[in-house]
């Protein structure tokens, strides 16, 4: 038998991972305490993401590991698409009490792997027993004195681009669905998305109107921005990286390689409007920003609206 | 039919809620972008709390507006615990899709009526498909510029001091187990649990050295400042209440009455060490801080060790 959480017990685990964790030169009282204590200087931002088994991740698809790169990615992608600087996160696992350690270990590897990519610090969280995984990420940073980009700053004639991939995730997930486990790259990034750090904070300095992570799917994603913005956004299909894999996985679905890069969702690349002239060098261009005209905010592909896949639906 | 989660959809039921949520002054951003922004001046306490369907709540027992409460509750007590003033939450809700919204509505305007008595502020949260309910609560607080109370500064010579009551809320769910509804005081305490909100701050002022919140129970919680402070506490039982309503149930269970109030969870009252005649005139003293004298770091009840039940277990 192997040792399962419920026989190690809650404050071993936490006295078992907590001990070799690193703090930043914010963190005043790491874990271990009711809270943790950060100094902050001015503005904090702060944003939850919840992955549940079953619906977010399924443990037979995705190493435990992986899982727990996962999870941060996601949390910290959300601080990123406000153009703030991440700093820490709180991770609170549900857990079966029948739950080999072996599994608990390997996540919580993959969350502090994460976590030093990212270049956050694990400052708290919570473990208690569930009846299914889940991990409820926490993730807090700074504004560093610069303004947060919301999603409703985006004006007509702004530029709109992206840094970082997407469809890949979902590409990837259609694989693993069918009983595959290559294209590698495809599988890779739904396993572990590769955010963009740092990019939150490039798009601030250029002076970037509106910011958003994709986590819903591109289409769904700006379509925030737009609403918010009261704005169309115009895609051009042209601009969008459409990887080979990517068209060879398509095909074999029989699904249109668009739906994947436009509606596929839990990638994390960060999208967003600059002022024309001022994307950042690393950025693709993909459409431009337009005014309504008496249409509803909307985004359109190649000037049309778009029928294909519309993106990740909740509760779906 | 009723209305479910999945026929309304998250950006709806978002919507829905936050409309009418009401800020505190110290948020320039609240719910709706990819993360709030929040103005600390100094130094942020923040904590998270998770409670599971089937774990740490019965639907069949507690009414969701209940849940709501109880969510909010706990969460905001660790800030307390930390001496600090809560200020915001955030709240991460994972729901099955076919969970009709009536439930859902419920707990909110339990989550947002426990957060006006608080006087905490709802800044954002997620909502995501699960297979069974799960509230992770975020809390945040700051300190005012006062140091933090952290579970470690317990000095021998201290009085050990209360406030808020304990065993109630373990009696309350002795009695729902067993398919009671009475007594209502004590069912009541397990459903709403009062919060001695204010009281953390009261202690900072006071001076309090360590200090935590009941969450699973006052000897176990009392252990976790007896270790991070290497000191012994003793406990004089005849120091603590014991309701008549609990001595009942306590009597119909075949249970010591003890057991409730020195090993029950979840009252969240708050108890602490303070420096002798230091202790509020609000609290009530029930017992003090030994030095080690080779001994391990532990609680007595009458300078005894105490052999009966030992508090919530996590995983078991």
Redesign the interface.
């Known amino acids: 038998m192997n040792e399962?959480?419920?026989e190690v017990?809650?404050?071993a685990l936490i006295d078992r991972l907590t001990r070799d964790v690193v703090r930043g030169p914010e963190v005043?009282?790491g874990p271990?305490?009711?809270?943790?204590?950060?100094?902050?200087d001015?503005?904090?931002?702060?944003?939850?993401?919840?992955l549940?088994?079953?619906?977010?991740f399924r443990t037979d698809w995705v190493a435990p590991a992986d899982d727990g790169h996962r999870a941060i990615a996601g949390a910290v992608a959300?601080?990123e698409?406000?153009g703030?600087v991440p700093t820490n996160v709180?991770v609170?696992l549900?857990a079966p009490?029948d739950l080999e350690t072996t599994w608990f270990d390997r996540f919580m590897a993959g969350v502090l792997e994460e976590c030093e990519t990212a270049h956050v610090t694990l400052?708290?969280?919570?473990?208690?027993?569930?009846?299914?995984l889940?991990a409820?990420v926490?993730?807090?940073?700074m504004?560093r004195g610069r303004p947060?980009i919301?999603?409703?700053g985006a004006q007509p004639g702004d530029a709109v681009a992206i840094k970082g991939r997407v469809g890949g995730a979902a590409a990837g997930l259609a694989v693993l669905a069918r009983g595959f486990r290559s294209p590698r790259a495809l599988v890779s990034a739904y396993q572990r998305p590769q955010v963009p750090y740092g990019a939150g904070a490039e798009a601030a300095r250029h002076g970037a109107t509106a910011?958003?992570?994709v986590s819903d799917g591109l289409v769904a994603d700006l379509g925030h921005i737009a609403a918010?913005s009261s704005v169309v956004i115009d895609l051009d299909s042209g601009t969008l990286d459409i990887p080979e894999p990517l068209q060879a996985v398509a095909h074999a679905t029989g699904k249109d390689p668009l739906d994947f890069v436009l509606a596929g969702g839990e990638d994390h690349a960060l999208v967003g409007t600059f002022p024309f002239g001022g994307v950042p060098q690393t950025w693709t261009v993909l459409g431009r920003v337009q005014h309504l005209d008496g249409r509803d905010p909307q985004i359109l592909v190649d000037g049309q609206e778009w029928l294909g896949a519309r993106g990740w639906?909740?509760?779906?």
């Open positions: 399962t959480l419920a017990g809650e404050f005043s009282l271990g305490d009711d809270g943790a204590v950060i100094s902050v001015g503005a904090l931002v702060i944003s939850v993401d919840v549940n088994e079953g619906v977010h959300d601080i698409a406000m703030a709180l609170a549900s009490p400052v708290g969280g919570d473990l208690s027993g569930a009846r299914a889940a409820a926490t993730a807090l940073g504004t947060v919301t999603r409703a910011l958003i992570d918010l639906a909740h509760f779906a």
